[in-house]
């Protein structure tokens, strides 16, 4: 087997040379013996035949480079000489190269120097009429059938190779969206628990003499916290390095609007004066429920960042049929800076999350100094969609948004 394949490669490599041989040789041949039938021997007319020949024969070597040339001096050969194998010979590969008028042109200009050349022996001009088109045609037809199987061969391959690529592309597209998406989760779920943790050693920071008890307490939550942080990290990582998530299945456990009692009551035991007014049936859709979590953590997340000891009002309510309403405010904080720098990708991952379920976004600061953070996601009636048509999303300007 390993024999075959070399000599198959062989032949790919050397096969156009060795065409070319061939068909000059026999062409050669072919002239000689009709430049020798005359049993007078050389004559002036044996060699204007055998010229004819060897040109026309020569230039077959070529005849992929320039087919309609060479096709044009078979068709001289043909006129002055009578030499017909050359003139097919060239008409295959014109025939292969190229189906167009041009082809027609010079088949019918062969056919013409055909018959004229007949003409000087008269019993053989009618033979040349009616047996010229079945003589030149399948010279035509079978270089046809190669070039078009060529093409279709060809056109095959490129589908083949086309159709690889937009394959290989979308699952680079799929690929880069999953990470991208693991990336959002990582923010999401790390950012509020470090937040947390700060908040916790923030407290413990501007006031030491809280006694032993308190001390302990929070050295808890913190030791907790930072467990439950480097679990998700640990996740979500592992996903990266395996590379199978597949629509989040490995992104374990999911959230849901019912853990949203749990996560007010985190920032509670951070110092956090968080009030909750959660008004939700139990059948809340799983896409809207995550995206009900994740705006109100993320938006505690900022409480945490940017403004540590401001009260904060979490209110959420709804139903089927009329949609969730998420409204989280929080008064004007009292200290200016930031435990944690902000990427200020937060409020713009709300923003795709919101519309991707076909809901509205509205943030910005308040009358009294405060900041809000609104949306509206909708609950239609019936089987629950994952994905609707965006309504629109309201936002306030880069600068203001930055600040979050």
């Not at 060795?18 to 021997?41: E, M, N, W």
Request: hydrophobic share 50%.
């Amino acid at each position: 087997m390993q024999r075959l394949r070399r000599w198959y490669a062989w032949w790919r490599t050397h096969a156009p040379r060795i065409r070319d041989f061939l068909y000059v040789f026999f062409g050669l041949l072919t002239v000689v013996l009709q430049a020798s039938t005359d049993g007078a021997g050389w004559n002036f007319t044996g060699w204007v035949v055998l010229t004819a020949g060897v040109v026309s024969s020569v230039a077959l070597l070529w005849r992929r480079r320039f087919p309609v040339t060479v096709t044009l001096i078979g068709v001289a050969a043909m006129l002055v000489g009578g030499i017909f194998v050359p003139l097919g010979l060239a008409l295959l590969t014109l025939a292969i190269r190229r189906r167009d008028a041009v082809l027609a042109i010079v088949t019918v200009l062969g056919y013409v120097a055909l018959v004229a050349n007949s003409t000087v022996a008269e019993d053989s001009f009618w033979v040349a009429v009616f047996t010229g088109p079945f003589m030149i045609g399948t010279w035509v037809a079978i270089g046809a059938f190669v070039g078009a199987r060529r093409d279709l061969v060809a056109s095959w391959q490129d589908r083949a190779e086309r159709a690889e690529a937009e394959r290989e592309l979308r699952a680079e597209q799929a690929r880069l969206g999953e990470r991208a998406r693991i990336a959002q989760e990582m923010h999401d779920v790390l950012a509020h628990k470090v937040s947390l943790i700060a908040l916790h050693a923030g407290g413990l920071e501007v006031n030491p003499a809280v006694g032993p008890e308190k001390i302990e307490g929070s050295a808890r939550l913190i030791r907790e916290t930072a467990r439950q942080a480097m679990e998700d990290l640990r996740e979500v990582l592992g996903v990266l390095r395996t590379d199978t998530s597949v629509a989040g299945a490995d992104l374990a456990p999911i959230p849901q609007a019912a853990d949203l009692e749990r996560l007010v009551a985190d920032s509670r035991a951070a110092g956090v004066t968080v009030t909750s007014e959660i008004t939700l049936a139990a059948d809340v859709p799983l896409s809207i429920g995550r995206t009900i979590y994740r705006i109100v953590q993320e938006s505690l997340t900022n409480v945490h960042k940017h403004a540590r000891g401001a009260s904060t009002e979490v209110v959420v309510s709804g139903g089927r049929g009329e949609g969730v309403t998420v409204r989280v405010t929080n008064v004007r904080p009292v200290a200016a800076d930031s435990l944690l720098p902000g990427a200020g990708a937060g409020l713009v991952g709300l923003c795709e999350r919101v519309v991707l379920v076909g809901g509205r976004l509205a943030t910005g600061p308040t009358e009294v100094g405060g900041w809000r953070v609104e949306a509206w996601l909708p609950w239609p009636i019936g089987r629950e969609s994952e994905t609707a048509t965006p309504v629109g999303v309201d936002t306030v300007s880069p600068a203001d948004e930055g600040k979050r």
